[in-house]
């Protein structure tokens, strides 16, 4: 099991479609929102494990937008999810192609709990087909991508300076089965600030 021990996966940034966000580095200490991708399949235990070290991050919960995508798991996974964590939204996709998703509301039948995650949202993206690790994270950065830009649309000034919620600036890429330092995120969030030419910050894992 893989731990990221220094600036995980990968942090690309979403500047690019979400330039309120800059609002972040306007000197007042913000911390930027960051969108989590969670690539899952068929492991509960280790999913969770992994919300566990990602709540605990020394980086506010409060600007994580947590995204949990489930490649098809037929052990469960989803159910245990909803349960123990309380997801605020599910989403279906039923594409087979990772690049091009057909995101819908999940029916909502109440068998889940009510939210318990120190998130500032948690979502369950069910891919309705396996579609491997490399399609679970693509299909998440896009999902991430398309409430970054519907977000970012709706945000005027005066809703920043009134200190309303923010656009996710980064994404967090990570593997299910992958352990994380507490000082992870923050660590490659100040590495990517620091330079505006740096695209990626990837960190060391051991096994």
């Known amino acids: 099991m893989p731990v990221a021990e220094t600036p995980a996966h990968a942090a690309p940034r979403l500047d690019s479609v979400t330039p309120a966000a800059d ?16 690539a899952t399949y068929n492991r509960f235990d280790v999913l969770e494990q992994c919300l ?5 991050q ?20 989803p159910d ?27 029916a909502r039948e109440g068998s889940g709990r009510a939210r318990a995650h120190p998130f500032a949202s948690l979502t369950l993206v069910r891919n309705g087909a396996n579609l491997a690790g490399s399609g679970a994270f693509i299909t ?4 991430a991508r398309q ?19 923010r656009p996710a600036r980064f994404l967090w ?19 990517a600030r620091a330079d505006p030419a740096i695209g990626v910050v990837g960190a060391r894992s051991v096994d």
């Open 23 to 38: 609002a972040a580095d306007d000197g007042s200490g913000a911390q930027p929102r960051v969108a989590v991708v969670i």
């Open 52 to 56: 566990r070290d990602v709540s605990v």
């Open 58 to 77: 020394d980086y506010d919960a409060g600007n994580l937008d947590v995204i949990v995508v489930d490649n098809g798991s037929p052990d469960g996974t």
């Open 80 to 106: 245990r999810l909803r349960e123990r964590w309380g997801p605020d939204d599910e989403i279906i996709n039923n594409s087979t192609d990772a690049a091009a998703p057909a995101f819908v509301p999940a």
């Open 140 to 143: 998440g950065m896009i999902f």
């Open 147 to 165: 409430r970054a830009l519907t977000h970012g649309a709706k945000q005027t000034a005066a809703d920043a300076a009134a200190g309303a919620a």
């Open 173 to 191: 890429l990570c593997d299910d089965d992958a352990r994380f330092a507490h000082d992870t995120l923050r660590r490659m969030v100040d590495t």
